[in-house]
């Protein structure tokens, strides 16, 4: 398990982080189709938090993208680096995700994230965020719809419908199991909507959620629990 700082210059006003959003957003790559659903690696990130304790975990874990098997993981530990603001998440999380990230003993390929990528009030979630600063291609699945707006989709699996911003298609609502609620798929980064859905039905042969993401959220509430046991 790596332990992480909280990196010198880290934004700590909501206006840093602002601005930091807007520089980074100009570099998403929104014209990569993204690797072939079913090949090479896949990788599950997300965190876990203990604010009382100020510590955060995160974890990565890296599935065979074909048979869906764990070929590696790695986790990270660290204080929390910024308050909970809507919209900002990501500068909570992306310190520890990085570090587990490169804690990783192999190509990680796509990255899949518990959250948003373009669906977010900025056009800029965690997704996005943890694709330009690693330059890998990233998805963001999230459980529910944050502030955006869609139609029902049909109730076979598969079925989707536009996850909508007004007039904009900032993702999709994309049923993973027949008849339950759908998930809501987003682009990250060097991925298309298309292709980032064919993904996350690739890693739903059995339950709502991707592999990737049952797979993290299990590690890093394990390593959350270890790391907090000694404070």
Partial sequence: MTTVRIPAGWPATDEEARAVQDELRERVVLDEPGPP???????????????????????????????????????????????????????????????????????????????????????????????VLTGLPTIGVAKNPFTFTYDDPGAARGSSAPLMADEEE??????????????????????????ACAHTLALTPAYRLPETTRRADALCRQALKEATRAI
């Fill in 170 to 195: 900032v993702g999709r609502a994309l049923r993973t199991r027949d008849g339950v609620k759908p998930v809501f798929v987003s682009v990250g980064h060097r991925v298309s909507l298309d292709n």
């Fill in 37 to 131: 659903p079913g090949s090479g690696h896949v990788t599950g990130v997300d965190v876990a938090y203990d604010d009382e304790r100020d510590v955060v975990a995160a974890a990565a874990v890296v599935l065979d993208a074909a048979s869906l098997d764990v070929v590696a993981e790695a986790t990270a530990v660290g204080r929390i680096s910024f308050p909970y603001v809507p919209g900002l998440l990501a500068f909570r999380e992306i310190p520890t995700v990085l570090a587990a990230l490169d804690a990783l003993p192999c190509p990680s390929g796509l990255v899949v994230c518990d959250g948003y990528g373009l669906a977010h009030p900025r056009r800029f979630g965690l997704a996005a965020h943890l694709g």
